[in-house]
């Protein structure tokens, strides 16, 4: 089975299904992302990119509201604080890592790890 992301306007993700390989497949039996992709537009309209459970393509699983950068080839998740910036492998950084002795949130406006209350 093979997964595709239905994109909006935006290149957000809006939906993400599941295709048979055989409608992915060429007369040969290879599968190919095109020939899925084609086979989400007849059938829903819109685009549709490949994305993998594993992260062998496009870096991460597509979520909803997850959103496709053509200029890494990835889908990417909502950022979840403007000081973030993001890394190699398409994933969220803050500005300083998280500590690892305990249980922390990200503080945005001291921009800074707090610990969690009651650990």
Request: some cysteine; glycine content about 6%; aromatic content about 14%.
């Amino acid at each position: 089975m093979a997964h595709y992301a239905q994109l909006d306007e935006n290149n957000v993700v809006v939906s993400v299904i599941v295709v048979d390989n055989k409608d992915t497949a060429d007369a040969y039996g290879v599968e190919k992302e095109y020939i899925g992709a084609a086979f989400c537009e007849r059938l829903f309209g819109g685009t549709w990119k490949q994305t993998s459970y594993n992260a062998n393509i496009r870096k991460n699983y597509a979520g909803i509201g997850y959103s496709y950068h053509s200029d890494i080839d990835a889908f990417v998740s909502p950022k979840p604080y403007p000081s973030w910036t993001l890394d190699a492998n398409a994933q969220w950084q803050a500005p300083t890592p998280c500590p690892t002795d305990g249980m922390y949130s990200w503080n945005e406006d001291n921009q800074a790890w707090e610990v969690v209350s009651g650990t």
